[in-house]
């Protein structure tokens, strides 16, 4: 097994126990990932603390909800991060009326949005993984992880059928597992 | 509604993306648990997407850890093991191990009481070893003196019974000695079972003298079914948790040089304000800081020192049945002099409960 995975299991047994040390270690290691997606998503600072706090709480009140088989500390983390994130900007009537006004008066396009939501690509490998797929694959992945659009959205974006967008999106996912995840998997 | 295999698999990218409304997610959830492959594909998709996060990595304020803690602290009190049940008290501690240890020896045969155990002594002797203390104890709750003198003079009422070989008169003996201290434990008031009293020239709290008591019949029991090809048999989580709870304030109380480290903790005190975590995981475990100067030790602190290592394990060490102390398998993080004057210390005690007749 890999340090890395000595880690998050020790860490994660600490959790357990009730060690609150280990969640301080945790969050000195991930909070700023949490903090970082939670704000990109949300696009509001107060909102991405309150996720942020929320994430932690929770891994804290449930460890028992990670599973190191199933991947690592900070795979789980981001998912609940996006997860809480997606779901705040849902639940925010106020960020909502907001963005249907914007969008009302300045209509986004695809290379806009898409080169907005690159220009956030700073990790090298990760640019290198995205700049790879191809541009009908790039763009309506980076808007449904980053922007949250629904395959019904995309597909009015894009003018494309919605099936259309869904099958872009699978493959996406594939070619970036595969580019990704493999490199992490041997680099860890 | 029911979500089909079909179905589940060509959500699977909307689930990872979280483009999901809440019902649906839900649904997805529950039917990812009956297929395992199609959940780890999905666990695969959220790990990729994970890594796209990590290029939005920023610095949080700095006030958001601390609130954080205290928010945590707020739902989860720290310190105990996700999940356990309530520690058992001092007496249901006692209690549940002894029945323990009655329902090995009712299973035992006439060789098995001949069968060698731990320091030399057969199983019957060991038992005979543990009637003594019983009564010994069962003394030093009633604050009257003991007929026998450990170590040595202890056994005098037992031996004739070991000699015999006479099994079912010596289990009605130590049976008999467990239901004369539980007696007297039931009868003691929640301040009574705060005083303390000597034992072996310790002063220990009666409750932590019959968590000791417990120990000790928790670790002859093992010694006796490693003894006739037995395996060995952890308490519950609720008598475990009592039981470290009580280690771990001993430790404490050894480490700082107060209470119950008289005459035991050579070596082992450390010098200066600085704090030492336990962490004991597995089903009863905990973490807990031991002060190791004046002041009182914040939950939730960094310490110098923290000792990862499961329960189970830990309470072995306690009962000296590790050795070297070094040995033990756990994670050691931060001040290396700190945690070997802790591994050094703990198997000291093994005494608290016990007097050996090597000793």
């Known amino acids: ?188 | 509604m029911t979500i089909d295999r079909q179905e589940l698999a060509e959500l699977l990218e909307a689930y990872a993306l979280d483009l999901l409304d809440e019902a649906t997610r839900g649904e997805v959830e529950r039917a990812l648990h009956l297929h395992p492959d199609l959940r780890d594909r999905a666990a695969s998709m959220q790990q990729t997407l994970s890594l796209l996060a990590e290029s939005e990595e920023a610095a949080a304020p700095d006030d958001l850890r601390s609130t954080m803690l205290v928010a945590a602290a707020d739902r989860r009190p720290p310190g105990r093991a996700d999940g356990d049940p309530p520690a058992a008290d001092a007496l249901q501690c006692y209690r549940e191990t002894a029945d323990e240890l009655s329902t090995l020896l009712e299973a035992l045969t006439d060789d098995d009481f001949g069968a060698e155990t731990i320091y030399g002594s057969t199983v019957a002797e060991l038992l005979a070893h543990l009637c003594a203390v019983e009564a010994y104890t069962q003394a030093a709750l009633e604050g009257r003196p003991f007929a026998g003198d450990l170590p040595d003079g202890h056994r005098a009422l037992t031996d004739p019974l070991v000699d015999r070989r006479d099994r079912s008169e010596l289990i009605g003996r130590w049976r008999g000695g467990r239901d004369g201290l539980v007696a007297v434990a039931e009868r003691l008031s929640s301040d009574q079972l705060g005083a303390e009293v000597s034992f072996h020239d310790t002063m220990l709290r009666v409750d932590q003298l019959l968590v000791a008591r417990a120990f000790e019949l928790w670790t002859h029991g093992d010694d006796i079914a490693r003894a006739v090809g037995r395996p060995d048999r952890a308490p519950g989580p609720a008598v475990l948790r009592t039981m470290a709870d009580t280690v771990a304030e001993l430790l404490s109380g050894i480490l700082s040089g107060g209470r119950g480290g008289s005459g035991s903790g050579d070596g082992g005190q450390a010098q200066g304000s600085t704090s030492l975590r336990l962490t004991l995981t597995g089903p009863g475990g905990g973490s807990w800081m031991l002060g190791l100067g004046p002041g009182s030790v914040d939950e939730l602190a960094d310490a110098d020192a923290t000792l990862v290592a499961d329960v189970v394990d830990f309470c072995h060490l306690a009962a000296d049945r590790i050795r070297p102390p070094q040995s033990l398998a756990a994670v050691r993080l931060g001040n290396d002099a700190l945690l070997d004057a802790l591994l050094a210390v703990t198997p000291m005690l093994a005494e608290y409960g016990d007097r050996r007749p090597d000793r």
Request: glycine residues 8%; hydrophobic residues 35%.
């Open chain 1, 1 to 188: 097994m890999t340090d890395d995975h000595d880690w998050d299991r020790t860490t994660m047994a600490r959790l357990r126990a009730g060690d609150g040390a280990a969640l301080g270690e945790l969050y000195d290691q991930f909070g700023g990932l949490v903090f970082g997606l939670a704000r990109r998503i949300t696009r509001d600072t107060d909102l991405a603390q309150e996720v942020t706090q929320e994430v932690f709480c929770y891994l804290w009140q449930h460890p028992d909800r990670f599973d190191d088989g199933r991947g690592t500390i900070r795979s789980f983390l981001g998912t609940l991060a996006h997860r809480r994130a997606v779901d705040t900007v849902r639940s925010s009537e106020a960020y909502r009326r907001t963005a249907s006004r914007e969008a009302a008066q300045h209509p986004p396009t695809p290379p806009d949005i898409a080169e907005r939501v690159e220009a956030y690509l700073q990790a090298e490998e990760v640019r290198s993984a995205v700049a790879g797929l191809p541009e009908e694959e790039r763009v309506p992945i980076l808007l449904a992880y980053f922007e949250g659009y629904s395959y019904r959205q995309l597909a009015d974006l894009l003018g494309i059928p919605e099936g259309t967008a869904k099958s872009r999106i699978r493959r996406a996912m594939a070619h970036l597992n595969a580019s990704l995840t493999a490199g992490k998997t041997h680099d860890d």
